[in-house]
């Protein structure tokens, strides 16, 4: 994983004005503003729909927004331009695994970004090593687990050295243990991150910010006890209090 910059308060994400709207569909990003500092783990809450996904796809330059912008760390965000800096992890991890092994899947970034064949296979031992999954090297990825799964596609974006990884749902459909290891892996990541998730308590215990987005509109912005626990508010957009909040 990437270390952290020594420079305190430093702008990773930064989001202006941005709207986005897709041919049948009008607003769904409407007017977003908001800023992420690097190292901070932030979480977005919100009802399907919301726009969370389309918000994740403009930061990483997938999609181009109708007016506004994205910056990383000052620099414009353009779409179709590759950005080592971000690295979006899928809801559903088959969507990003594609290769005959889980050793090629995590190998496929750092090659595509010219290193050495020796960087490319550091990179990738170090990848597997630090989400757990060396042992899976040599397996093709449709035959691992839900878990496994996701564990390697984290892989597959550690590999590039990302500052700022977005995640989308990680926690949907995994078992409870690994949900459980999924967790410990996030409390221990370096890395600036933002977490997409209706798993409240995954929110709770590894985020110190959250934002609500409803209909592509940014509700509040604050830290998880003050907007989850607000009883009205999260039922007023068709979200529950987690248990711990109660």
Known sequence: MTQALDTQKTIAIAV???????????????????????????????????????????LCGVLSPTSGGVQLWGKPVEVGQFRPEIGLVFQNPSDQLFSASVWDDVAFGPENMGLSPDEVKSRTQKALHLTGVTELADRPPHHLSGGQKRMVAIASVLAMHPQAIVYD??????DLRSRRRLIHFLQASPETLLISSHDLDLILEVTSRTLLLDSGNLIADGSPAEIMGNRQMMLDHGLEVPYPLE
């Not at 992420?36 to 389309?54: D, F, M, S, W």
């Not at 749902?169 to 995994?174: I, K, Q, V």
């Open 169 to 174: 749902e990680p926690s949907a459909n995994l």
């Open 16 to 58: 202006s004005n941005l709207n986005f709207s897709y041919p049948d569909q009008a607003n769904v990003l409407d007017n977003l503003n908001f800023t992420i500092q690097q190292g901070e783990r932030v979480g977005l809450i919100g009802p399907n729909g919301a726009g969370k996904t389309t918000l994740f796809f403009c």
